[in-house]
């Protein structure tokens, strides 16, 4: 059996945040946005994805790549690895790393990844196909690859510590994080981890196609309509948030801001699109978080759901957080930023894990954009951010092939 999460003797601390989305790059923006509830789903405009029948999605704009990525790295890495080196920039400027001065083996890196570098793939098949093999480059090779944005963080920053990349769908996001603290449990100093993705490019769309669950909606506020009877789906969404993960102790020690502690986590599998049967496992994942965090349910301030879209998926996560927390399941906060700016796969969980830091931080529950009427029996944040003391939060994930998880995080000890 796995350790758990939550090694007592070396626990996991966030010092850093690195945040590339739909509506903002960089901490302050991001968390502006999202507290504000501002919507930024918008016409899918990525060039040869006009006649697709998905027209909502979530992109990041403004994005240079070039000032972000140096040339040599560039040219290797798909838009994916862009957005998780950058965001790994920031994470490490925020938590202001000494890594210089520490063994290049005490820091490691983990990353999560549902579909790769598709967009450079696509290139170079049509490289292959439209000139011939001579005219397929060289980095075909890595930068499709899943472990593309661990490998290329590793080197650009010269980590030699514990590397991994979870290949999984959109829960593995939460599960990359877990992966990072039982590196730190086992002698790590640091790990940076997270995840992004870039799945508005033709072909990845096309490979997209075939969910069910996607949205198809013409209209941003139509999209993505979690917990209300106009439920359809969800949009997808691009970007990513890297995280700075080290030992709290040493942490302390160095004077770093410990901007949350990661306290528990559990994953389950209940098959693909099979959402009836993701209440019992979404319900036990969170059951299991909460005994490795030593947690009570009620010590749950604030949810960030998984909020899926369709009506099936819904009503299963609202029967999985009153399974697990009882009453406390239906009087607890429940907010889904993301339905502002798209769901990003692997990268989603990520992004809710930053929002879910800096809500402990600020003090305040994030409305779910563009929904109103909910028709769960969960309090459900909507149209403004809500005042709360928040010292604990749970963030839920399920993947379209079966996987759920569930991360228990809390704020810096006395600042509540």
């Known amino acids: ?5 939550s090694g007592h003797d070396r626990g996991a601390a966030i010092t850093g945040l690195g945040i590339v989305a739909p509506n903002g790059v960089g901490t302050d923006a991001y968390w502006k946005a999202v507290r504000e509830g501002i919507s930024f789903l918008d016409r899918l ?20 790549p070039g000032a972000a990525v ?43 990844a549902g579909s790769g570098g598709g967009e450079f793939g696509q290139r170079e098949l049509q490289q292959l196909w439209g000139k ?3 005219y397929v480059g060289p980095y075909q090779s890595i930068a499709w690859f899943y472990a593309a944005s661990t490998g290329q963080i590793s080197i650009r920053g010269g980590f030699k510590g514990p590397c991994g990349v979870v290949a999984n769908d959109e829960a593995g996001g939460l599960d990359a994080i877990a992966h990072a603290c039982r590196s730190i449990r086992h002698g790590a100093d640091a790990v940076v981890v997270g995840a992004a993705e870039a799945p508005l490019a033709p072909y990845s769309i096309v490979c997209q196609l075939g969910y069910e669950e996607m949205s198809l909606a013409r209209e941003p506020g139509r999209a993505y309509l979690p917990f209300t009877e106009d ?27 410990i901007h949350a502690r990661i306290l528990g986590h559990a994953a389950t599998f209940t098959g693909p699109s099979q959402w009836e049967r993701s209440r019992e496992g979404l319900a036990h994942a969170i059951q299991v978080a909460l005994a490795d965090a030593d947690c009570a349910p009620e010590e749950i301030d604030v949810v960030f759901a998984d909020a899926l879209g369709t009506p099936a998926a819904d009503r299963a996560e609202a029967l999985a957080l009153a399974d697990a927390l009882g009453a406390h399941g239906t ?31 600020h003090r305040v529950v994030p409305p779910t954009p563009y929904v109103t009427d909910v ?7 909507t149209r403004t951010s809500r005042p709360a003391e928040l010292r604990t939060a749970l963030v839920l994930s ?15 000890e006395g600042d509540i």
Do not use: I, W
């Open 45 to 64: 405009s990525r060039e040869g994805c006009e006649h697709f029948p998905l027209r909502v999605a979530g992109q990041v704009r403004g994005f240079e």
């Open 375 to 381: 028709c769960h029996d969960l309090d459900l944040v």
């Open 132 to 134: 011939g093999p001579r």
């Open 398 to 412: 399920r993947g379209l092939m079966g996987c759920n998880a569930a991360l228990v995080l809390r704020g810096p």
């Open 331 to 361: 009087r607890v906060p429940v907010t889904a930023p993301k339905t502002g700016f798209g769901r990003a796969y692997c990268a989603a969980p990520a992004l809710d894990v930053a929002a879910a830091v800096l809500a402990m931080e």
């Open 1 to 5: 059996m796995r350790p758990p999460v």
């Open 231 to 257: 439920a359809r789906g969800f949009a997808p969404g691009e970007g990513g948030a890297m995280l700075m993960v080290e030992e709290e102790g040493a942490a302390l020690r160095r004077g770093a801001r």
């Open 70 to 112: 140096e040339e040599r790295f560039l040219v290797q890495t798909d838009r994916f690895t862009h957005f998780a080196m950058a965001a790994a920039d920031l994470a490490l400027e925020d938590a202001r790393l000494p890594a210089g001065e520490m063994s290049p083996y005490a820091v490691g890196v983990v990353t999560a």
